[in-house]
């Protein structure tokens, strides 16, 4: 099982990035598929949620008007679209996935940085 996140890196306050996670070695389109984030100090925090076939999101309140999950399951591809990037957003993003027999796998991340 693969799990790969891509698409951080530096931005300034107000900018935007697009992450995507590339899973490999299990059953993608039957996964409930997050995001999550980890910055220095604060423990992991889910940030979004998407299921199956993409009718059921779930956003983290603070986070729900900036970011938009999606999934393409013919590529087995998650995607996290983030405007309006602040400097709290800074972390580690991470993807997981968890299969229908509840086994959870998780990405090593990818790291978001908003500054000036």
């Known amino acids: 099982v693969h799990l790969v996140e891509s698409g951080g890196g530096l931005v300034q306050p107000g900018g935007s990035l697009k992450l995507s996670c590339a899973a490999s070695?299990?059953?993608?389109?039957?996964?409930?598929m997050s995001w999550y984030r980890q910055a220095p100090g604060n423990e992991r925090e889910r940030v979004a949620s998407?299921?199956?076939?993409?009718?059921?999101?779930y956003y983290r309140e603070t986070v729900k008007a900036r970011l938009l999950i999606s999934r393409d399951n013919a590529k087995n591809t998650m995607y996290l679209q983030m405007d309006e990037l602040q400097p709290e957003d800074t972390a580690v993003y991470l993807c997981?996935?968890?299969?229908?027999?509840?086994?959870?796998?998780w990405g090593q991340g990818t790291q978001v940085t908003v500054s000036s």
């Open positions: 070695g299990f059953a993608f389109s039957r996964a409930i």
């Open positions: 997981k996935a968890v299969d229908p027999g509840r086994s959870e796998y």
């Open positions: 998407i299921n199956t076939d993409s009718t059921i999101t």
